[in-house]
């Protein structure tokens, strides 16, 4: 290994698939608490520095989810391809009500800047995943620069509005069932409301079809929805956002996949169809 | 779906790589409590019957660890194989001390006919297995007949013994970190003489080391092992099963597995070869 490990502590490392899962705590100065993250180093990292794929989790999730469940080490060890995940929020903060609601406080970052207390100190989640991680796993990891981004439910709405903030930073950017417009859905008012209070501006900072609206970025989306999704009609609104992609002209491939939930294991089925699509782009 | 669901009551249903997981509660007259099992039905279930695997897990599984954690959908779903994973103890059958230990009690049945009291009531994992559980899924699912069996640690040990005290049942047998001789380890000893009394004759009927002695059975094993695997030295010892099957030339392919442990991140890294294996036989 080439890795140079400074302000990380290696929590695990676990082969698979002829690559290596590790899992390291660091100090986070954006969020103010120690973090935990886990990459998917493949085989290829041995001797040449690779591609990043961004990792994105939904609601109540760790780092560990997607590694343990996903299956993706299979195709990633075969594409040459590293995987980060990234926590959902800030962890032992110390907050009253974190821990109140799955979606809400802990588990629920929303990967957004708060601007309300008590969250704002810690709940940079934005800036955690735009600036302060990718500087550590660059300066630390086998990594060649290029980026791309995906993620689920809460984690999808992250890759998709991190991805429409910055144009021109990943090569691709896919969902699996992401949230698509939180301005107008139970579990995005609740947490843009508590993390961004009132000011409806500061929502569409985060909100993809707004941003979509605004069109600053035209960069493709490939997204998977599946059509026995308990979440899709009320949380998920997948045909909000092929509205505006329509309307603007915003490539989008949106996929509706027969029978399959908001699973894990829906995830499992077509990772490698977006781990293909995004060593396309990173190649 | 053709399957017939008498004495079953559906708890989930999960689609994954176009089949099916699904979860099933029913009474077993054999443990006398309720129990739970997940079989994955391939996409080829729903026109034709199919083989079953049986994947026994070990220590401290349901049967959700390996459907979550293994990703087999991808390959069984490919080779049109179903893959039954039961529990690995009786459930909620209030016996003083059963949930004190990760080894002993529940979640460790170890695959056996409990002789002794507080246990011989309800933990008859063997027979459950063997019998019970069979006659209810061939009954139910759309199965050809034909069985293979696997396993992982305490659930490699039960693959074994299932296979060698039946000789001719199973069309092949595979093994991840198995425990061949329990009657030398401190695992299988605590379990063995909890569940079996200090009669070591009754503890060789559950020793695959001491059933390969016997010669029954020539059914040849093919295992994976971790050469970081925690447990190796103390509890494993795979190099009893290769001495005792070298002397009573017992087939045996075992593949040190350079570097992996003993989690599922190496089953998942190996998953494939084994069902490729019992696909061959299967057919």
Known sequence: MTEVESNLTLISATKSFDGWIK??????????????FA?????QAETNPVPLLWWLSGLTCTDENFMQ????????????????????????VDIPGADDSYDFGSGA??????????????????????KELPELVFANFPLNG?????GHSMGGHGALVLALRQPGRYASVSAFAPIVSPSTVPWGQKALSGYLGDDQQAWAEYDACALVK???????????????????????????????????????????????????FFIATFIDDHLRYHAQHLS
């Not at 299979?74 to 962890?91: F, M, N, Y």
């Not at 290029?146 to 995906?150: A, L, N, R, Y």
């Open 23 to 36: 899992r390291y705590q660091h100090y986070s100065n954006t969020l103010k608490c120690n973090m935990i």
């Open 39 to 43: 990459i998917y180093l493949p085989p």
């Open 69 to 92: 469940k996903s299956g993706a080490q299979q195709v990633a060890a075969k594409l040459g391809i590293a995987i980060i995940c990234p926590d959902t929020s800030p962890r032992g």
């Open 109 to 130: 970052g929303f990967y957004v800047n708060a601007t309300q207390e008590p969250w704002a100190t810690h709940y940079q989640m934005f800036d955690y995943v735009a």
């Open 146 to 150: 290029k980026e791309s981004i995906s």
């Open 214 to 264: 605004k069109g600053e970025s035209k960069q493709p989306f490939f997204i998977d929805q599946g059509t026995a999704d308990n979440f899709l009609t009320e949380q998920l609104r997948p045909e909000l956002l092929e509205q505006i992609c329509y309307q603007r002209q915003h490539p989008l491939v949106l996929r509706h996949q027969e029978g399959y939930d908001h699973s894990y």
